[in-house]
């Protein structure tokens, strides 16, 4: 896959890791702002799996940024390496 479309999927990724964060979290709140479950261990385990997907969601998005920063230099160094061609070719 080429660095420009890499990218962009990139960005999509990061975008649906954003939204479903989110979702995660308003889905934890929900927990703090109804009265006590009848099974506290149940509602403690389902909010300890929302914490953890929403910690695995947080180093996802940090690998995707990582991710974006070298397609970046990628193409940079890219676009760099193709001016020096078409110079090197007296422009043509």
């Keep these: 896959m080429d660095i420009a479309n890499r990218l962009a999927r990139n ?3 990061i975008s ?3 939204e479903e964060k989110l979702q995660q979290e308003r889905m934890l709140g929900l927990f703090w702002e109804h009265p006590p479950a009848l099974d506290p ?3 403690g385990r389902a909010m300890q799996w929302i914490r953890d997907r929403i ?5 996802k998005k940090r690998s995707l940024l990582q991710e974006k920063e070298a397609l970046h230099v990628d193409l940079a160094f ?3 390496s193709n001016r020096m ?3 090197d070719n007296g422009g043509n």
């Design 11 to 13: 960005e999509q990724e």
């Design 16 to 18: 649906q890791v954003e």
């Design 41 to 43: 261990e149940a509602v």
């Design 55 to 59: 910690r695995d969601l947080e180093d």
């Design 78 to 80: 890219s676009l760099e």
């Design 85 to 87: 061609g078409n110079e």
